[in-house]
């Protein structure tokens, strides 16, 4: 099993910046990739980033493209996610999720642990 938990929503004007952090423990070593997924009211759950665990490659939905970078410290098994130039559009619950095995990076399927979510509000 792996824990994941994120930290650092919170609400922000339009144009500002912030940094979500996701830490994982229990069994890390079985990590393959990591992902930021979001949740707009009314919305599905949908993709943000993800990045392989190993590697470092990433994956960006067109939203984000631009805007927010994934990054990942190994050593303290935690992953992030910095957005920059923020819309109202991106008001959401942000959910950290984990993959236990291999599989497409952008779909929410690959993923077998997810955290409780962090509120992120963009104010206009």
């Known amino acids: 099993q792996v824990q994941v938990v994120e930290s650092g929503g919170g609400l922000v004007q339009a144009g500002g910046s912030l940094r979500l952090s996701c830490a994982a423990s229990?069994?890390?070593?079985?990590?393959?990739?990591m992902a930021w997924f979001r949740q707009a009211p009314g919305r599905e759950r949908a993709i943000v980033t993800a990045?392989?665990?190993?590697?470092?490659?990433?994956y960006y939905a067109d939203s984000a493209k631009g805007r927010f970078t994934i990054s990942r410290d190994n050593a303290k098994n935690t992953v992030y996610l910095q957005m920059n130039s923020l819309k109202p559009e991106d008001t959401a619950v942000y959910y950290c999720a984990a993959a236990g095995h291999g599989g497409p990076m952008g779909r929410s399927e690959t993923y077998d642990y997810w955290g409780q979510g962090t509120q992120v509000t963009v104010s206009s």
């Open positions: 229990g069994r890390t070593y079985s990590i393959s990739s």
């Open positions: 990045i392989g665990w190993i590697y470092g490659s990433t």
